[in-house]
């Protein structure tokens, strides 16, 4: 294995949890949007769960892969009809059900920097600090919009040590698609296996395998399933922490 001069980031789900970001921010906003229903509170309780299940995570910690938070595909549909459902088994207007989920859609949309401030994200700017300081370059490719990707990581300290971005919004094919690591090798002059990969699901798996990366991480605390990720990467850790203790990214370096 060449040494790696260059690592590729997934930001949702892989610098930081999943369900520990979302989860509070979508029960929230559901109980704030269900408040004008006067539902019974053991009602309103179980349409929040189900709300999180289809939007993709809950207030008690757990993430939904399939929801419209991680799924960018024609599963979208699937999660109308389960909308549908929703209304029909509490008797609910499909009219203001709508308005609940665009307003969702709205949140998780916005810039949401303040909620940041509820995590610690000491451990990642250490992580990309040492790389920064052994000459690794680091990259954020991302389904989020650059310009939320930037504030992110203004917001959490990060911008200083990431010198390339893609997310949604730009020319560049989506993950899978192997486009934005040859991007990134040819900005930097690496070649493919000098470049790792860190992601959280089955999608960041197939981007590092399509672009004949040098190296393929997975981090546990987005919605990928753990059997999977074991299977389609070199290493797996529970948390993006564990990183530090990496002996490719971090071998004979200080």
Known sequence: MKEIKGV???????????????????????????????????????LVKKIGIVVGADGEGNTYKNGFLFRHDGFFVVNVLKM??????????????????????????????????RLDFTAVRTIFSRLHENGVKIGIVSNDMCASCKNFLVHTGLDQYVSFIRGKDSETKRKPSPMAINEFATKFGLTSDEIAIVGDTKADMDFARKGSVGYTVAILTGCGDEKMLRRLSDKVYPTIDCLLEDEVLFNKRS
């Not at 859609?105 to 920097?113: A, I, K, R």
């Open 8 to 46: 590729i980031f997934d930001k949702d789900g892989t610098l930081f949890p999943s369900a520990e970001f979302w989860g509070p921010i979508i029960e929230r906003e559901a109980r704030m949007s269900l408040s004008s229903f006067k539902l019974k509170k053991k009602d309103e309780d179980e």
């Open 84 to 117: 549908v459902y929703l209304c029909i088994r509490y008797r609910l207007s499909p009219f203001k059900v709508k308005a609940i989920m665009v307003g969702l859609s709205h949140v998780l949309g916005e810039s949401v920097d303040d909620e940041f401030d």
